[in-house]
């Protein structure tokens, strides 16, 4: 049932607005973007969707239609995060109150086929669907790339998780059958069209749900601030690890840190050179010496950044044993969710069901397989 009708079944009047957004794919550069580096991501055929309509008092109604629940409250008394799905939306809310935006009450119907916790964003979709939402329904005017930080700063306040922009950009600005470079120092980004001719985009699904609530995300983010902190002692110029080099991680530095604190430097760096080199590879539509940067990227994430989980090392180990399968890496914050893989098109089956076997023998656990493209991010629905 679409969206309008389940809103209807549900408050038995129509909604005034309806808005999609997607979830995200990246093909690489991972936790480079607080760290205000390159990230290369799209958005993807599978998104939140949500239909609204104002309300004459405060109250907020809201129905999270695939987990059959509801949550109410008052839009004075939002407080802080419920610790449930309600908080992505409230979050935006919250943010909107915060920019003195005038909010009346409003139902609201949620559904999303954005798979949770594997590392496809579901939580931005919906953030950036129900920012895009409400910005229609009460006319408020904010731009897409408003919208962007909006949602990213619901997420970082609200929700608790001090996550970078990417997913939200990736939401809102997707396009159909491109990847967008996205430089997250300065928001300035390129589309370029992805030919990936014999391969498509798969992603396998660990079924291990990761949580970046669960603190090792922030905790990431923290030893990546301590590495800048040291860092700028010397080099001034260093605000982030945008602004570092290879150079800079000498002996000094090294005698300077923990070793997991350079690490976590060393794999932010290497990765936004991984992105550089791999985004010239794609154009010149070299799918497999781009595939051997996101081994690189899989082994940093892994060794250095230590975000990957035996599942992920599993599934990518296994990939490298196939050849029809150019590249294979961790995709997103990582403890869970899914590889992305280039796999041709002829062979993904057989080897859906040899990886299937596989990781039900290895690790007890089904494996769920999404064969994805680059599309159209946040927009509004229309119903005739
Ligand atoms: C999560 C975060 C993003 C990004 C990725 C890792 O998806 O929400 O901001 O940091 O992890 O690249």
Known sequence: MDVRSLFIEKYGYAPQTMAKSPGRINLIGEHTDYNLGFVLPAAIDKAAYVAIAKREDQLIRLF?????????????LLATNPGHWSAYVLGVVDQLLKMGKQLSGFDLVLTCDVPTGAGMSSSAAVECATAFALNELFGFDLGRI??????????????????????????????????????????SYQYFPLNLGDYK?????????????????????????????????????????????????DEQFRSAVSSTVYNRCLYVIEENIRLETGCKLLLQNDIHEFGKQMHGSHKGLSELYEVSCKELDFLVDLSKQEEAIAGARMMGGGFGGCTINLIETSAIDGIYERFSKAYQLAMGKELNMYVTLPSE??????FD
């Open 146 to 187: 408003d919208l962007v930080r909006l949602a990213q700063k619901a997420e970082n306040e609200f929700v608790g998780v001090k996550c970078g922009i990417m997913d939200m950009f990736a939401s809102v600005m997707g396009k159909d059958a491109q990847v967008i470079q996205l430089d997250c120092r300065d928001l």
């Open 201 to 249: 985009i798969v992603l396998f699904d660990t079924g291990v749900k990761h949580s970046l609530a669960g603190g090792e995300y922030n905790l990431r983010r923290q030893q990546c601030e301590q590495g800048v902190a040291v860092l700028k002692e010397r080099f001034p110029e260093v605000n982030s690890l945008r602004d570092a080099n290879l150079s800079m991680l």
């Open 64 to 76: 999270a239609k695939d987990l059959g629940e509801h949550h109410e409250v008052e839009i004075n």
């Open 377 to 382: 991010g946040s927009h509004l629905i229309k």
